[in-house]
Structures are given as structure tokens and as C-alpha cells.
């Protein structure tokens, strides 16, 4: 396990490299000059040349990256072209509010998705299966912006129950509990769905499995059958699904984060790419590349965790 | 005479298909003495596991006994609550299946799933149920039994655990053990050991052993008693001696003509020509007439049902069997 954790940081670092040269590149070849964003429509051609200079963007491109990689081996991320200050700063400043959605979510996806999925599989094909599958098949194909309006314009605006926007506590707090619960549900629905999905089909799956016979021949009470038995199975599946869902979640959090006025690295994103702000752009990338591997890697120890067959040695 | 532990009467089981109900096991009665052995034997499909199971109480989501009694211990289990079964299964009735290396749960240890009947029946606590689990593991002939407590099952092998499910089985000490098929899946020498074990822990606890097989040389090896089944019904039933040296029903004896047998090695094996029927074919009269070599008109017509021939029971009319009426029941409840 703890080779597989070494190789696997190892294998982070040659990744990194790689999405660091694509999303460079990308930035730099996609039309849009920094410079004249920050000289604003008044700037004349020698200000912008000047602050071409002041950003190093007059070296050749290769001089760039390589200095950029030298920086980052430096464990430093540069400095943002909008706001002059450090882009590790400006996102760890937001990094709360976007872990705090994300993890809602997965606690939301977890809580909603697994019970639905059981519930399902032992009532197979009765009104409630055809219910949660229905629901899940919609939570799948309904999109964020427009499901987080829907909730805005229901729970906020109509019945007033919730605030519109915003994100100022950790969710486990009275106020961020509140603020987090319809962010939370519009970006956790599609991966909730996906889970009760999976969970359904492991479900059905492992009930009919040999072993859970032989539970029920030795008179284990149905209930301690599906919770012990069969459930811990079915979730090595549904762990992967989850972990492979975190990416998308991820993803999910910009338009989230847009919709809910939520001040977090989504958010920031959107507006350095609109701003050209290369660094900033860049060390976002980075950070989620890096939580998506890392979630990963967890998924893979939960996996050895609940399936004892697994050995990475 | 020893007293009687369990009695099937009448007991028939169907399936919900897309045909609607049809009948897996038609009819069968038969009981069980305490500490004797009795076979079930016939060939793949022809209700054997099915019988065992609706015993349990465990039969598939789809199926359901339609009719008959199973009684134990001065109850018909037929008509039990799930919480009332629940609490013979695995304590006073166990059962074991045909395939070790996927009976036991692949992500609890040995431990745990052995402790289990006797942490539920026997309400003993953790400490107390490992023990005795050592124990049961030591009687079993597993080595090393502390050390296996905590391995998984995919550590073992097969023969390991099918053992590991004979301890199982037998942790609360029953007073049924079922065994479906138990040494079928493993290779020859390790069947013998699993064979001769049962035999061994049988003696010891005076236990009643159902035993399925479609393996004449285990039969030979176990049983006191031998119940031959033909597509979901009993067709002959008497004490082992009698079976292997007087076979009545020409099914018992096209089984026992098609087991390899060291003294008549010149000899050619005799297949039963033909195939079992299907659960929706509608078969008139005796149920074996179209693969019976000796069928008559009237097996064609009539159905046979069980006849006393000396100490063994037969179902052919061409050893005088009588009319019976139960076949038509069953025809009619499969509509
Ligand atoms: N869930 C089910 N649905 C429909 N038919 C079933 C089901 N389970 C078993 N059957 C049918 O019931 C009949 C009896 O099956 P059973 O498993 O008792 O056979 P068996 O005598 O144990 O055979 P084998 O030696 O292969 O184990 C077979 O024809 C089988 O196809
Ligand atoms: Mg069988």
C-alpha cells in the first residue's frame, strides 16, 4: 500500500508537468492579449509593449514555460496579472468556499444516491424502483445553471426559505448550512443520480450472490443480509463511481459557484480566463488536477479498505 | 425404531414464468430419522435443490410451495414467519452448497462469518463465540485455526472451505444438516476427505443428514436410505442395500447401469437415453414413460403412484403401481 501511494505521487508529479505545458500553451496560442486587457481601451501600442515587458511576455514562449516551471519547483505559482498579488494567495483565499461545495456534495450525492439505490434494488420494479429510476435518468441530464435557477427561484426567491447566494461559513455551521444546502443539491443531483444507479445495479447484483444464500441459511435476520452482507460489497463499485464523479463535481463548482454568487476558485477561474490572467488560470488547473488525483488515490485505499482481495503489493 | 426428525408431505413448489406457475417438484413426501442419512439422488433439474431449499425456507424471489407440509420439531414449517424460520436456520437446521469458492462472503474474515450463528442463535459474546469458532475449526481438521480466524476467504482453498462451511454448518449443532451437492466442485481426493469428515462429525453429534448428490459412489459411501427423484417427483425410495442390489423403477437402474464400476470393467456403460423434461412440458401418465425402455400403453395413460414393494417404496405401474390422483392435482394447479 505504501509503494502504491509513493508510485502513485511520483506518477502526480510527471502528470502535473504535463497539464502545466498543455494548459501554458493552450493560454498563450488562444487569441486575446493580457496586456491590452490590463492597458484598458485607452492604453496606446508603447504602454501595451511596456507591460508586455513588465510580464515577461516578450521572451520567447519556451523561456516562459521554463521559467514558470522553475517558479513552481520553487513552490511558487506567480503572480496574477489582474491583481499583482500571489496566485497561491488569491486561491487559498477562495479555496474554503469551493472544498466546503464540493464536499457538500458528495455528502449530498452519498446520502441521496446509496439509500435510493438500495431502496430501489430491494423493491425492484416496485412504484418506488420506477420512481427513483425516472428521477435518477432526469438528475442525470438536467443541467446545473438550470437547476440551480429553478431551486433559486423556488426556495429563495418564492418561499423565501433560503438565502439566494453567497457562501460565508463552513457548511457545518447554522449559517453555512443554510447558504450551502441549494448549491449543494444542484451540483451533487447528477452524481446523486449516478450513484443510485450504481448502487441499484450492485445491488441486484450481489443479492443473488451464493454467499448471501449462505448468510440467510445461517439465520441471519434479512435486515443484517442487506446492511452487512450484501451492502459492503456493492459499494466497491459505487466508491469508484463516486471517486470518478468527484472530477466532474469539480468541474461542476465554476458553473455552480457562478449561479450561487459563491467567491471560490470556480468563480475565479471563469474571471481570469476572461481576463487572460495566465498564472492565475494556470495554478487553478493545477490545484484541481492535483485534488483529482489525490481523490483518486483515497478512492483506491477505500477500495483496499473495504475489498480485502486487494493488495497493491 | 430411532424417532423422526422432519417429515415432507405432499410438498409441491412452483415457479412464476412467463407461462405462468408451473411445478418444479410435484408432490414429494418423504421423512427423516434422527442420526440416519438419506440421499437424494436423480438427475440435473430434477428438483433436488429446489425440495432442500423450500425446507430452509430460502427458495428464489420467484418460486413458492404451493402445497404440502414440512414438519419439525411438532411445527409446519411451511407456515412460519420469517422471524420464527429465521431462528432454525443455521441453529436447528443447517445447510451446505455445492460451491465453496463462492459461498462465504469474500470481504468478512473467516472469523466473523463463522462466529455469526453463534453470536445470533446462541447469543454468545465476542470473545466467547471466537473460541468456540477455534474449536469448530480444529474439528474440521484446519490448521492453524487461530491464524485462519482472521484470513479471508479467497486465502483458502477450496477444500479448505468447504470445510471452513462444514463448521458452519454445524457451529450451533443441528439436528438437520442438508448438504447440496458438497463435494461435487472439489477434485476427487479432496471429496473423500469432505466425505469421510461428514461421516465423522455425523457420528459425533448423532446429526440427520439430507444429502444431494447425483454421484452413486458418494451414495454408496453415506447413505442409509436413498430417495431417487425423476422430474419433481419421488419414484422410488428404500434403505441403501436395497436400492443398489434390487433396483425396482427402471430409472434407479438405468442410474445405476451408467456408474463406472471397477468389477464389470468389460462392460459398456449405459447412458439413460433421452433428457429430462423441461418445467412446461405436459407429460401424461408416468412422468419417465418417454425415456422408459419398458413403458406400456397404460404408463402412457395412467399416472402411477407410490406402491409398497417389500421394505422399498416404487412409483411403475409395471410393479403394480396403483392410480393416483395427485398427478392430475398438479396438473391443475400449474394452469
Ligand atoms: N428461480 C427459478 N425459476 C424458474 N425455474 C427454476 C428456478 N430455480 C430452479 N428452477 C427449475 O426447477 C427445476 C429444479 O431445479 P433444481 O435446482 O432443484 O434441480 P437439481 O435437481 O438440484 O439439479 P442439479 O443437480 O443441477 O443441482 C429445474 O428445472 C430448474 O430449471
Ligand atoms: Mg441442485
Redesign the pocket.
Known amino acids: 500500500m505504501f509503494a502504491m501511494i509513493i508510485r502513485r505521487m511520483v506518477q502526480l508529479v510527471f502528470l502535473l508537468i504535463g497539464i502545466t505545458f498543455i494548459v501554458f500553451m493552450a493560454m498563450h496560442i488562444a487569441p486575446g492579449d493580457p496586456a491590452s486587457i490590463i492597458g484598458g481601451p485607452t492604453a496606446t501600442k508603447t504602454d501595451i509593449i511596456q507591460i508586455r515587458e513588465r510580464l515577461g511576455l516578450d521572451r520567447p514562449i519556451i523561456i516562459q514555460y521554463l521559467d514558470y516551471l522553475n517558479g513552481l519547483l520553487h513552490g511558487d505559482l506567480g503572480i496574477s496579472f489582474q491583481t499583482n498579488r500571489s496566485v497561491a494567495e488569491e486561491i487559498w483565499i477562495r479555496l474554503p468556499n469551493t472544498v466546503n461545495l464540493a464536499v457538500a456534495s458528495v455528502i449530498v450525492s452519498i446520502l441521496i444516491g446509496i439509500p435510493l439505490g438500495i431502496i430501489s434494488a430491494l423493491k425492484r420494479n416496485s412504484w418506488l424502483d420506477v420512481f427513483s429510476t425516472t428521477v435518477s435518468l432526469g438528475g442525470i441530464s438536467v443541467p446545473h445553471f438550470w437547476l440551480g435557477a429553478i431551486f433559486i427561484l423556488i426556495f429563495a426567491v418564492h418561499l423565501k426559505w433560503l438565502p439566494v447566494g453567497g457562501l460565508h461559513a463552513p457548511f457545518w455551521t447554522p449559517q453555512g448550512f443554510k447558504e450551502i444546502i441549494l448549491p449543494a443539491i444542484t451540483l451533487g443531483t447528477g452524481s446523486a443520480a449516478m450513484t443510485a444507479r450504481m448502487t441499484r445495479s450492485a445491488m441486484l447484483e450481489i443479492i443473488r450472490a451464493d454467499f448471501v444464500r449462505t448468510a440467510r441459511a445461517k439465520g441471519v435476520k434479512e435486515r443484517a443480509v442487506i446492511w452487512v452482507h450484501c451492502l459492503r460489497n456493492a459499494m466497491i463499485p459505487v466508491v469508484t463511481v463516486i471517486g470518478l464523479n468527484f472530477g466532474g463535481l469539480l468541474g461542476g463548482t465554476i458553473i455552480t459557484e457562478q449561479v450561487f454568487a459563491i467567491n471560490g476558485v470556480g468563480r475565479l477561474m471563469i474571471e481570469s480566463i476572461s481576463a487572460r490572467d495566465f498564472p492565475m488560470v494556470q495554478g487553478g488547473v493545477l490545484l484541481i488536477a492535483t485534488i483529482f488525483v489525490v481523490i483518486n488515490l483515497l478512492v483506491d485505499i477505500v477500495y483496499a479498505l473495504i475489498d480485502p482481495r486487494i493488495n497493491y503489493d | 425404531m430411532a424417532e423422526e426428525v422432519l417429515r415432507v408431505k405432499d410438498l409441491e413448489v412452483q415457479?412464476k414464468?412467463a407461462e405462468g406457475y408451473?411445478s418444479?417438484?410435484r408432490g414429494i413426501s418423504f421423512n427423516l430419522k434422527k442420526g440416519e442419512t438419506v440421499c437424494v439422488v436423480?438427475?440435473?433439474?430434477?428438483?433436488?435443490?429446489?425440495?432442500a431449499?423450500s425446507i430452509m425456507g430460502l427458495l428464489?424471489?420467484?418460486?413458492r410451495i404451493a402445497n404440502g407440509e414440512i414438519w419439525f420439531d411438532g411445527k409446519d414449517l411451511v407456515k412460519l414467519r420469517q422471524d420464527e424460520i429465521q431462528k432454525i436456520r443455521g441453529n436447528d437446521i443447517s445447510m451446505i452448497f455445492?460451491e465453496p469458492m463462492t459461498a462465504l462472503n469474500p470481504v468478512f474474515t473467516i472469523g466473523f462469518q463463522l462466529c455469526e450463528p453463534l453470536r445470533i442463535h446462541q447469543n454468545l459474546n465476542k470473545t466467547v463465540a471466537a473460541k468456540k469458532a477455534v474449536e469448530l475449526l480444529k474439528q474440521v481438521g484446519i490448521s492453524e485455526p487461530e491464524r485462519r480466524m482472521k484470513q479471508y476467504p479467497h486465502e483458502l482453498s477450496g477444500g479448505m472451505r468447504q470445510r471452513v462451511m462444514i463448521a458452519i454448518a454445524l457451529a450451533c449443532e443441528p439436528k438437520i444438516l442438508i448438504a447440496?451437492?458438497p463435494t461435487t466442485a472439489l477434485d476427487v481426493t479432496i471429496q473423500a476427505q469432505i466425505l469421510d469428515l461428514l461421516n465423522e462429525l455425523k457420528q459425533k453429534f448423532n446429526t440427520s443428514v439430507i444429502m444431494?448428490t447425483?454421484d452413486m459412489g458418494v451414495v454408496a459411501e453415506v447413505a442409509d436410505r436413498v430417495i431417487v427423484?425423476y422430474a419433481?417427483e419421488v419414484v422410488e425410495e428404500g434403505d441403501v442395500e436395497t436400492i443398489f442390489n434390487d433396483p425396482q423403477h427402471p430409472y434407479t437402474q438405468g442410474l445405476l447401469a451408467s456408474v463406472p464400476n471397477v468389477d464389470r470393467e468389460q462392460e459398456e456403460l449405459t447412458a439413460i437415453p433421452g433428457s429430462?423434461p423441461?418445467?412446461n412440458e405436459k407429460i401424461e401418465g408416468c412422468r419417465f414413460h418417454p425415456r422408459c425402455p419398458f413403458a406400456t400403453e397404460k404408463c402412457k395413460l395412467q399416472h402411477p403412484s407410490m406402491t409398497m414393494i417389500g421394505n422399498h417404496k416404487v412409483r411403475c405401474w409395471l410393479k403394480g403401481g396403483q392410480v393416483s390422483d395427485d398427478n392430475i392435482n398438479s396438473q391443475r394447479d400449474a394452469l
Open positions: 415457479f414464468t408451473l418444479a417438484v436423480g438427475e440435473s433439474g430434477c428438483g433436488k435443490s429446489i425440495s431449499l428464489p424471489a420467484n418460486g455445492q447440496d451437492e444431494i447425483h427423484m419433481g429430462m423441461s418445467l
